[in-house]
Every structure is written in structure tokens, then in C-alpha cells.
């Protein structure tokens, strides 16, 4: 079975500081790693994912994310936040042949950027 | 490309009577979709596997007799709520997968 936990349910920063959203997980195979955001009452959209290859992902708006097996993390993180970039952030992980199918999230983050 | 829309956006029902949600890949052709079920400052919990042309696979604890989910064509999941209760209330969030999973924008329902 896998599991992805979200340390961090809130996150407040200050608009233009750096943020970083923290995700790890625990899965005995090989894993697909997701980011996804989500602006109230809408559904979510896909920032950024692991499948293979380099372990650092980048993604729409700005984020990105680094993928580190030996400590089973996939933390997110921005430069610089702007105030839209207010939502909540849910962190996901699939595992076996088809990326994506089979989702596990966490249990989100919270980021509220404040001025 | 990869949309994927939800109807109604929000429904309020009363209790006992039953409401259907739709969720279609606009652009594409889904033989799966997903059915997630929000509950507010929570994350996402699947409900059902929906397959084209077969019966949906339902994780435990979601009772398939009052969620019943239809996958008849390629480009449309629906999930009938049936005989809802006030603590069926919450969000519904579709999936269409297509390589990854494309999500539809939510359903709130309440029921009163």
C-alpha cells in the first residue's frame, strides 16, 4: 500500500518570500509523483510530475519540484509567491505501468500568501 | 486540450430524492474516469473506478447502491446520488484518465 503525507497542513508567507510545500510518501514500487492545485470551489489542475529522468521537475507558474528517493520526498517549492498564489495544494503519488491512474493524495496544504 | 466538465457546478437537493452529476471528456475519449468525494479543509477520497461498457469499482466503504455510477459511452461518466441525506453534502470531483488524470471542476451538492 502506499501513503502520501503532507507535513504541513497551513503554510502562511509573506508575498514574494520563497515557499516550500513538503510531501513524502511511502511506497514499496517505483512511484509517479504529482502536484496539483486547487483554487476554491474548482477542481484541480496539474502543476507539475515526476515520471523518470532528472529529479528536478518544473512546472506551470513558477513551481517546482525535486524528487529524492533515499529520503521518499517530493517538495515543492517556489522562488517568489504572489497573493494568487493563495490554494491549496495537494501532493500524489500512482505507482505501476500507467502514470496517473490510481491516485493516493495527501491531505493538502494550505498556502495563504499574505501581502 | 484534455477538458473535462461537470454538471451541475452546484445542486441543492432535498433530502430522500436523488441527483445525478455528468462528467464528460470534451476533447477526448476516457475509457476510465474517477469519482472523488471532498469534504471541506479535506483532500480527495476516491469513491469509484468508473470502466466504459463495465460495472464501476467501488472502494471500500462506499455503498455502490447509493452511488450509482454509469460509464455508457467513452465521453461521459454520471454519478446519481440516490435517496440523499444531509451528510451526503460535500464536494464531487470527476477525473478522465487519458495518460494522466484530467479533473473536472466539482459538483457541490447539499442537501436539506
Known amino acids: 500500500a502506499q501513503s502520501v503525507t503532507q507535513l504541513d497542513s497551513q503554510v502562511p508567507v509573506f508575498e514574494e518570500a520563497p515557499v516550500e510545500l513538503r510531501c513524502n510518501y511511502s511506497s514499496s514500487v517505483s512511484v509517479y509523483l504529482f502536484w496539483y492545485v486547487q483554487y476554491p470551489n474548482q477542481g484541480l489542475q496539474l502543476l507539475l510530475k515526476?515520471?523518470?529522468?532528472?529529479?528536478l521537475v518544473k512546472g506551470i507558474n513558477g513551481f517546482e519540484a525535486e524528487f529524492n528517493k533515499s529520503q521518499t520526498s517530493f517538495h515543492l517549492r517556489k522562488p517568489s509567491v504572489h497573493i494568487s498564489d493563495t490554494a491549496e495544494y495537494f501532493c500524489?503519488?500512482?505507482?505501476?505501468?500507467?502514470?496517473?491512474?490510481?491516485?493516493?493524495f495527501g491531505g493538502g496544504t494550505r498556502l495563504m500568501v499574505k501581502p | 486540450g484534455a477538458v473535462v466538465s461537470q454538471h451541475p457546478s452546484w445542486v441543492i437537493c432535498k433530502s430522500g430524492t436523488s441527483v445525478k452529476i455528468e462528467c464528460r471528456s470534451l476533447d477526448f475519449q476516457a475509457t476510465t474516469m474517477f469519482w472523488y468525494r471532498q469534504f471541506p479543509k479535506q483532500s480527495l477520497m476516491l469513491m469509484a473506478t468508473?470502466?466504459?461498457?463495465?460495472?464501476?469499482?467501488?472502494e471500500q466503504g462506499v455503498e455502490k447502491d447509493k452511488f450509482l455510477i454509469n460509464h455508457a459511452s467513452l465521453t461521459l461518466s454520471t454519478l446519481t446520488v440516490t435517496s440523499a441525506h444531509p451528510e451526503d453534502s460535500s464536494f464531487y470531483i470527476c477525473s478522465a484518465y487519458r495518460g494522466e488524470q484530467y479533473f473536472g471542476p466539482g459538483t457541490r451538492l447539499t442537501v436539506t
Open positions: 468508473s470502466n466504459e461498457g463495465s460495472k464501476a469499482t467501488y
Open positions: 515526476y515520471l523518470s529522468g532528472s529529479t
Open positions: 500524489a503519488v500512482s505507482h505501476g505501468g500507467n502514470a496517473g491512474n490510481m491516485l493516493t
